[in-house]
């Protein structure tokens, strides 16, 4: 048999890269045609996306992806991180430069629009955390938005819907990808009218929902014609790259599981049928994404590999640069930490100085202060591993599950140190991979488009064929135990400090 060759284009947050993936029926394969960096912009008091340099690094993969193949792909999604979206007048030109989520304009706008509609109402509806990255508090900043004639005609579109409207003309907001917005009914699916109405957002911004895996339409002619290809299909996947990762987790569906998703951040839930709406999910900060699969992710965000992304560019900008390996490596070698930070603290969510907000942080909690870079980075990984154990507990706590296995998929997995802290701090086996669950997860989405796979456990048995995970076994439970134990203690003393 013929193979299918797609192509996937994901924007992550340390790069962005397109890859080819071709499906025989049984297994995929896939290779990296194209990388390219993806920084925010500071520009002025904004942090911004760089839609248009972007948008000619999707250009040029899809170029690459061409010669790779000898023919123009059978198909292309794009995917990115949640919540940011930009926004398009009538003729379709884009309004502005997207901003980026780690822009701290929509921290006063989500004080101000939480004294319109009550945060226990807005999860009650969407299921979704609220914290200022939402879309709902970014729109909400946007005054305009509100206020003005002219801006009546606009339209809003999520990242990957962006990108996929700038391709094929279509206008349209894929389900899992809208579903992180905040404004998403989390039972129906759908626009929740009552939010945007308590907060006056236009309904005329808003764009029909689709569900993961729907052909949107052809390339535009004048693409075609620039990039000298042939007919090719533009297909919402799972826009959402949490979302593309989570459909590619390879279980068998026997042991039940919780995962994380691991890269810039750590995304450790559970999958279910339906969303959890209760008071107790709240409080306990989980929020209920859209699935691939009609399912709802129950997960928590937690700040993830950023922490250490961010320690690495100061210190390069302070002339000291190491790659991930060697600094992991330090970390290994120096003695366990005596001080750990809360790694759901949005303290550390903005661009910065990490280093020394991880030092205040440790100060300010009465600890130890970490002093020379392996300590800190020791005590970022510990840190992270001890909120996988937290939030096991809690997800077992939610749910009533006996969680017997931690799936660890995409890139932060390459830090093979975290992968054995977790399955020591958890006490569960870790099964990790694949490294690139994200353009897996869209490649295959892709593939359910064109009618070569029914169902999800079709998407994992496929993954599991063409990409063996790797095992952690937990080990030296006791001393962990112990360990946790007093990071436990320290937080309930903080928490109780407020
Ligand atoms: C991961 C991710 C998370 C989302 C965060 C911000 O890349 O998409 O799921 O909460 O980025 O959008």
């Known amino acids: 048999t ?20 071709a499906f025989d029926g049984r297994r995929l394969s896939i290779q990296e045609v194209h990388r390219f960096e993806n920084e925010p912009v500071q520009l002025g008091d904004r942090l911004h996306w760089d839609f248009l340099r972007l948008f000619h690094e999707l250009k040029r993969g899809i170029t690459k992806a061409r010669h790779q193949l000898g023919a123009t792909p059978a198909s292309i999604a794009v995917d990115t991180w949640g919540v940011d979206y930009g926004l398009v007048d009538p003729q379709g030109r884009l309004i502005g430069n997207p901003h980026h989520y780690r822009d701290l304009r929509s921290e006063p706008a989500m004080k101000e629009a939480l004294r319109l509609i009550r945060e226990a109402d807005l999860y009650a509806r969407t299921g979704i955390q609220s914290s200022s990255i939402n879309t709902v508090y970014q729109l909400f900043s946007e005054v305009q938005l509100r206020y003005e004639q002219n801006a009546d005609d606009w339209r809003m579109l999520f990242m990957p819907d962006l990108f996929h409207y700038y391709l094929s003309g279509v206008m349209a907001s894929e389900y899992t ?29 808003l764009n029909p929902v689709v569900m993961p895996g729907t052909k949107l339409g052809e390339i535009r002619p004048d693409i075609r014609a620039e990039l000298a290809i042939g007919a090719m299909p533009v297909i919402a996947a799972a826009g959402h790259d949490t979302a593309a990762a989570v459909a590619s987790i390879p279980t068998d569906g026997d042991a039940r599981y919780a995962f994380i998703s691991s890269g810039t951040w750590s995304l450790m839930g559970i999958e279910l049928d339906a969303p959890v709406l209760t008071e ?3 409080r306990l900060l989980f929020s209920n994404e859209g699935g691939a699969d009609g399912r709802i992710r129950l997960l928590k965000n937690i700040m993830g590999l950023w922490l250490l992304q961010e320690c690495r560019r100061f210190w390069a900008m302070e002339g000291a640069a190491f790659d991930y390996a060697e600094l992991t490596e330090m970390a290994r070698l120096a003695p366990h930490s005596s001080s750990y ?24 909690s009465g600890q130890a202060v970490p002093q020379s870079r392996p300590e800190i980075i020791r005590c970022i990984l510990e840190s992270l591993a001890f909120k996988y154990r937290q939030t096991l507990d809690e997800i077992e706590a939610l749910t009533g599950e006996d969680i017997e296995q931690i799936h660890m998929v995409g890139g932060g997995i390459q830090n093979r140190l975290l992968c054995q802290l977790t399955a020591n701090v958890t006490g569960r086996s870790v099964i990790a991979g694949p490294v690139e669950a994200t353009s897996i997860g869209n490649l295959m989405m892709q593939a359910k488009a064109h009618g070569e796979v029914k169902h999800l456990a079709d998407i994992r048995e496929v993954v599991r064929q063409s990409y063996p995970p790797e095992i952690y076994v937990p080990e030296d439970a006791e001393e962990w135990e112990e360990r946790y134990r007093r990071y436990d203690q320290l937080r309930a003393v903080q928490q109780a400090k407020g």
């Open 2 to 21: 013929q193979s299918l060759h797609m192509m996937a284009v994901d924007f992550g947050a340390s790069s962005g890269r397109a890859v080819t993936g």
């Open 177 to 205: 990808i809208a579903s992180t917005s905040g404004m998403i009914d989390a039972a129906h699916r759908n626009w929740s009218t009552p939010i945007l109405d308590a907060l006056a957002l236009p309904s005329t911004l």
């Open 280 to 282: 107790q999910s709240r």
């Open 341 to 364: 930070i809360d790694a759901g603290d949005a303290v550390f969510l903005p661009p910065g100085n990490m280093p020394q907000r991880i030092q205040e942080y440790c100060r300010a």
